[in-house]
């Protein structure tokens, strides 16, 4: 079963990265793919501790919190969409406690400095990323927002897809007025769902 989760770290319900979400996914279930959305605003959650439980657990068990609702999702959906908003030249705060809650997926050898490995890996996960910043240029409207979701991602075994930045966006849902700017998102979330490999 082709699935597609949808992950966005927006704390503002029915913006502009909302709507860009749900054109991505669109775009996955034209190809074909179940889709999830999970709002990370909607979860209560915190950031990781730092606790390494998990390195001999296998799973996140320092925290018992709403990060356990969604780590099934992620294990189920071999295709993954991240979205955030630019805050600060970065990721929203939700989005990067939800990254680093993803540390529970390593395993690491016990030599110094440690080797480590995705327990996600070999398995044909695809993903794309996605951010909206409001000024016109890249480096400020979206500052290191995409590396800060790619660069985990695949560290995690996801091969990238594509990702795209939108740029001298803000007013709430602006993004509607943007036809083309959505026909690409849709197009990408189809591409992304292509790439699945049929399991």
Request: aromatic share 6%.
């Amino acid at each position: 079963m082709l699935k597609v989760l949808g992950v966005g770290g927006s704390p503002r319900q029915g913006g502009n990265s909302d709507i860009l979400l749900k054109h991505i996914l669109k775009g996955a279930g034209s190809a074909g793919a179940t889709t999830e959305e999970v709002h990370l605003r909607d979860y209560q959650f915190q950031s990781c501790i730092g606790c390494e439980k998990c390195r001999k657990a296998e799973q996140c068990i320092g925290l018992q919190d709403d990060m356990q609702l969604i780590y099934p999702k992620i294990i189920e959906a071999k295709g993954l969409a991240l979205i955030s908003p630019t805050h600060n030249y970065n990721v929203t705060a939700l989005m990067k406690a939800f990254i680093d809650r993803l540390y529970c997926f390593y395993n690491f050898s016990n030599d110094r400095p440690r080797r480590w490995s995705s327990r996600l890996a070999g398995q044909g996960r695809k993903a794309i990323v996605a951010s909206i910043g409001e000024q016109p240029d890249e480096e400020s409207g979206t500052g290191f927002t995409l590396d800060a979701m790619r660069l985990p991602i695949e560290a995690l075994d996801y091969e990238l897809i594509g990702e795209l930045p939108v740029l001298g966006i803000f007013d709430r849902q602006a993004i509607k007025e943007q036809q083309q700017l959505l026909e690409k998102a849709e197009q990408l979330g189809n591409q992304l769902a292509s790439q699945l490999e049929r399991t």
